[in-house]
T-cell receptor, first 112, second 115 residues
Framework: DSGVTQTPKHLITATGQRVTLRCSPRSGDLSVYWYQQSLDQGLQFLIQYYNGEERAKGNILERFSAQQFPDLHSELNLSSLELGDSALYFC???????????FGQGTRLTVV | GESVGLHLPTLSVQEGDNSIINCAYSNSASDYFIWYKQESGKGPQFIIDIRSNMDKRQGQRVTVLLNKTVKHLSLQIAATQPGDSAVYFCAEGGYSGGGADGLTFGKGTHLIIQP
Protein backbone atom coordinates (compact mmCIF):
# COMPACT_ATOMS: atom_id res chain seq x y z
CA ASP A 1 0.00 0.00 0.00
CA SER A 2 1.56 3.27 -1.18
CA GLY A 3 -0.53 5.45 1.13
CA VAL A 4 -2.09 7.29 -1.81
CA THR A 5 -5.83 6.71 -2.13
CA GLN A 6 -7.78 7.16 -5.32
CA THR A 7 -11.53 6.97 -5.81
CA PRO A 8 -13.38 5.60 -7.58
CA LYS A 9 -11.47 2.51 -8.77
CA HIS A 10 -13.63 2.15 -11.86
CA LEU A 11 -15.81 4.60 -13.73
CA ILE A 12 -17.93 4.05 -16.81
CA THR A 13 -19.53 7.04 -18.44
CA ALA A 14 -20.86 8.21 -21.77
CA THR A 15 -19.26 10.52 -24.29
CA GLY A 16 -19.87 14.18 -23.60
CA GLN A 17 -20.15 13.68 -19.87
CA ARG A 18 -18.03 15.10 -17.06
CA VAL A 19 -16.39 13.15 -14.24
CA THR A 20 -14.33 13.94 -11.17
CA LEU A 21 -11.52 11.72 -9.93
CA ARG A 22 -10.35 12.08 -6.36
CA CYS A 23 -6.96 11.60 -4.76
CA SER A 24 -5.78 11.67 -1.16
CA PRO A 25 -1.99 11.94 -0.98
CA ARG A 26 0.24 10.35 1.62
CA SER A 27 0.17 12.12 4.94
CA GLY A 28 2.58 15.06 4.85
CA ASP A 29 3.22 15.03 1.09
CA LEU A 30 2.64 18.48 -0.37
CA SER A 31 3.14 17.54 -4.04
CA VAL A 32 0.41 15.80 -5.99
CA TYR A 33 0.78 14.65 -9.58
CA TRP A 34 -1.76 13.32 -12.05
CA TYR A 35 -0.82 10.88 -14.82
CA GLN A 36 -2.74 9.21 -17.61
CA GLN A 37 -1.86 5.70 -18.76
CA SER A 38 -3.19 4.41 -22.06
CA LEU A 39 -2.05 1.63 -24.38
CA ASP A 40 -1.02 3.94 -27.19
CA GLN A 41 0.43 6.87 -25.20
CA GLY A 42 1.91 5.08 -22.21
CA LEU A 43 2.24 6.92 -18.89
CA GLN A 44 1.94 10.66 -19.41
CA PHE A 45 2.30 13.44 -16.87
CA LEU A 46 -0.75 15.70 -16.81
CA ILE A 47 -0.39 18.23 -14.02
CA GLN A 48 1.28 18.88 -10.67
CA TYR A 49 0.14 20.75 -7.59
CA TYR A 50 2.27 21.79 -4.66
CA ASN A 51 0.65 22.89 -1.41
CA GLY A 52 -2.51 24.04 -3.15
CA GLU A 53 -0.88 25.81 -6.08
CA GLU A 54 -0.53 24.57 -9.65
CA ARG A 55 3.14 24.00 -10.27
CA ALA A 56 3.55 22.40 -13.67
CA LYS A 57 1.49 21.25 -16.61
CA GLY A 58 2.29 18.37 -18.86
CA ASN A 59 0.19 16.94 -21.67
CA ILE A 60 -3.14 17.97 -20.16
CA LEU A 61 -6.02 18.77 -22.47
CA GLU A 62 -7.97 21.98 -22.06
CA ARG A 63 -11.06 19.86 -21.30
CA PHE A 64 -9.27 18.59 -18.20
CA SER A 65 -8.61 20.55 -15.04
CA ALA A 66 -7.47 19.86 -11.53
CA GLN A 67 -7.23 21.45 -8.15
CA GLN A 68 -5.67 20.79 -4.77
CA PHE A 69 -7.61 21.69 -1.67
CA PRO A 70 -6.37 23.08 1.69
CA ASP A 71 -6.40 19.56 3.16
CA LEU A 72 -4.08 18.60 0.24
CA HIS A 73 -6.45 16.18 -1.44
CA SER A 74 -6.78 16.72 -5.17
CA GLU A 75 -9.43 16.29 -7.82
CA LEU A 76 -9.04 15.83 -11.55
CA ASN A 77 -12.00 16.99 -13.60
CA LEU A 78 -12.51 15.56 -17.07
CA SER A 79 -15.22 17.13 -19.22
CA SER A 80 -16.73 16.68 -22.67
CA LEU A 81 -15.43 13.14 -22.53
CA GLU A 82 -14.41 11.34 -25.70
CA LEU A 83 -13.83 7.66 -26.37
CA GLY A 84 -10.10 8.35 -26.49
CA ASP A 85 -10.12 9.56 -22.89
CA SER A 86 -10.60 5.98 -21.74
CA ALA A 87 -7.51 5.21 -19.74
CA LEU A 88 -6.08 4.61 -16.30
CA TYR A 89 -5.61 7.81 -14.34
CA PHE A 90 -3.03 7.76 -11.60
CA CYS A 91 -2.39 10.16 -8.80
CA UNK A 92 0.99 10.27 -7.11
CA UNK A 93 2.38 12.21 -4.18
CA UNK A 94 5.91 13.03 -3.19
CA UNK A 95 7.62 14.43 -0.12
CA UNK A 96 9.33 17.78 -0.66
CA UNK A 97 12.89 17.32 -1.91
CA UNK A 98 12.43 13.65 -2.77
CA UNK A 99 12.58 12.03 -6.18
CA UNK A 100 10.32 9.22 -5.06
CA UNK A 101 6.72 9.53 -6.15
CA UNK A 102 4.19 7.19 -4.56
CA PHE A 103 1.42 6.14 -6.89
CA GLY A 104 -2.15 5.25 -6.06
CA GLN A 105 -3.93 2.24 -7.51
CA GLY A 106 -5.48 4.34 -10.24
CA THR A 107 -8.96 5.01 -11.55
CA ARG A 108 -9.92 3.10 -14.67
CA LEU A 109 -12.11 5.34 -16.79
CA THR A 110 -14.14 3.84 -19.61
CA VAL A 111 -15.97 6.19 -21.94
CA VAL A 112 -18.68 4.49 -23.99
CA GLY B 1 10.31 16.39 -28.60
CA GLU B 2 12.41 14.87 -25.81
CA SER B 3 11.50 11.41 -24.71
CA VAL B 4 12.54 8.43 -22.72
CA GLY B 5 12.29 5.06 -24.37
CA LEU B 6 13.09 1.41 -23.95
CA HIS B 7 14.78 -0.98 -26.31
CA LEU B 8 12.61 -4.07 -25.81
CA PRO B 9 8.88 -4.37 -25.09
CA THR B 10 9.26 -7.89 -23.67
CA LEU B 11 12.11 -9.67 -21.91
CA SER B 12 11.91 -13.31 -20.92
CA VAL B 13 14.41 -14.73 -18.41
CA GLN B 14 14.83 -17.94 -16.45
CA GLU B 15 14.13 -17.85 -12.75
CA GLY B 16 17.42 -17.38 -10.92
CA ASP B 17 19.17 -15.67 -13.83
CA ASN B 18 20.09 -12.00 -13.87
CA SER B 19 17.89 -9.62 -15.84
CA ILE B 20 19.04 -6.50 -17.63
CA ILE B 21 16.47 -3.97 -18.80
CA ASN B 22 17.64 -1.10 -20.96
CA CYS B 23 16.44 2.40 -21.59
CA ALA B 24 17.54 5.20 -23.89
CA TYR B 25 16.80 8.80 -23.01
CA SER B 26 17.21 12.02 -24.92
CA ASN B 27 16.95 14.83 -22.36
CA SER B 28 20.49 15.35 -21.12
CA ALA B 29 19.25 18.12 -18.78
CA SER B 30 17.38 15.70 -16.51
CA ASP B 31 18.46 15.82 -12.89
CA TYR B 32 17.71 12.20 -12.09
CA PHE B 33 16.42 8.95 -13.50
CA ILE B 34 14.15 6.43 -11.89
CA TRP B 35 13.08 2.85 -12.46
CA TYR B 36 9.50 1.92 -11.65
CA LYS B 37 7.86 -1.48 -11.53
CA GLN B 38 4.19 -1.93 -12.35
CA GLU B 39 2.39 -5.16 -11.56
CA SER B 40 -0.89 -6.00 -13.17
CA GLY B 41 -3.74 -3.94 -11.75
CA LYS B 42 -1.49 -1.76 -9.63
CA GLY B 43 0.13 1.63 -9.79
CA PRO B 44 3.84 2.07 -10.57
CA GLN B 45 6.14 1.31 -7.64
CA PHE B 46 9.47 3.05 -7.13
CA ILE B 47 12.47 0.72 -7.38
CA ILE B 48 15.58 2.87 -7.46
CA ASP B 49 16.77 6.25 -8.65
CA ILE B 50 20.09 7.69 -9.77
CA ARG B 51 21.18 11.30 -9.86
CA SER B 52 22.58 12.61 -13.13
CA ASN B 53 26.01 13.10 -11.56
CA MET B 54 26.33 9.39 -10.75
CA ASP B 55 27.25 6.39 -12.91
CA LYS B 56 26.03 3.53 -10.75
CA ARG B 57 23.80 2.92 -7.80
CA GLN B 58 23.00 -0.31 -6.04
CA GLY B 59 20.01 -1.36 -4.07
CA GLN B 60 18.71 -4.65 -2.80
CA ARG B 61 19.18 -7.09 -5.73
CA VAL B 62 19.05 -4.17 -8.18
CA THR B 63 21.70 -2.02 -9.80
CA VAL B 64 21.13 0.98 -12.03
CA LEU B 65 23.80 2.11 -14.47
CA LEU B 66 23.81 5.50 -16.16
CA ASN B 67 25.91 6.18 -19.24
CA LYS B 68 25.56 9.86 -20.04
CA THR B 69 27.86 9.64 -23.05
CA VAL B 70 25.37 7.52 -24.98
CA LYS B 71 22.31 8.54 -22.93
CA HIS B 72 21.64 5.03 -21.75
CA LEU B 73 20.17 3.73 -18.53
CA SER B 74 19.94 0.12 -17.43
CA LEU B 75 18.40 -1.82 -14.57
CA GLN B 76 20.02 -5.05 -13.50
CA ILE B 77 18.04 -7.44 -11.33
CA ALA B 78 20.06 -10.19 -9.69
CA ALA B 79 18.71 -13.72 -9.23
CA THR B 80 15.35 -12.96 -10.80
CA GLN B 81 12.36 -14.30 -8.90
CA PRO B 82 8.74 -14.92 -9.95
CA GLY B 83 7.74 -11.82 -7.99
CA ASP B 84 9.84 -9.72 -10.34
CA SER B 85 7.37 -10.35 -13.14
CA ALA B 86 6.01 -6.92 -14.05
CA VAL B 87 6.34 -4.07 -16.51
CA TYR B 88 9.40 -1.92 -15.84
CA PHE B 89 9.50 1.74 -16.76
CA CYS B 90 12.38 4.14 -16.79
CA ALA B 91 11.56 7.76 -16.12
CA GLU B 92 13.42 11.03 -15.99
CA GLY B 93 12.81 14.03 -13.84
CA GLY B 94 14.08 17.35 -12.61
CA TYR B 95 13.86 19.73 -9.73
CA SER B 96 12.51 23.24 -9.65
CA GLY B 97 11.34 25.40 -6.78
CA GLY B 98 12.11 22.84 -4.08
CA GLY B 99 10.11 19.93 -5.36
CA ALA B 100 10.38 17.18 -7.91
CA ASP B 101 8.90 17.84 -11.34
CA GLY B 102 6.48 15.55 -13.12
CA LEU B 103 8.18 12.54 -14.63
CA THR B 104 8.63 11.63 -18.28
CA PHE B 105 8.16 7.88 -18.63
CA GLY B 106 9.39 5.45 -21.23
CA LYS B 107 7.08 2.89 -22.79
CA GLY B 108 7.95 -0.02 -20.55
CA THR B 109 9.47 -3.48 -20.76
CA HIS B 110 7.42 -6.49 -19.72
CA LEU B 111 9.67 -8.86 -17.76
CA ILE B 112 8.50 -12.46 -17.93
CA ILE B 113 10.03 -15.04 -15.60
CA GLN B 114 10.26 -18.59 -16.93
CA PRO B 115 10.25 -21.35 -14.27
Amino acid sequence: DSGVTQTPKHLITATGQRVTLRCSPRSGDLSVYWYQQSLDQGLQFLIQYYNGEERAKGNILERFSAQQFPDLHSELNLSSLELGDSALYFCASSPTGSTEAFFGQGTRLTVV
Amino acid sequence: GESVGLHLPTLSVQEGDNSIINCAYSNSASDYFIWYKQESGKGPQFIIDIRSNMDKRQGQRVTVLLNKTVKHLSLQIAATQPGDSAVYFCAEGGYSGGGADGLTFGKGTHLIIQP
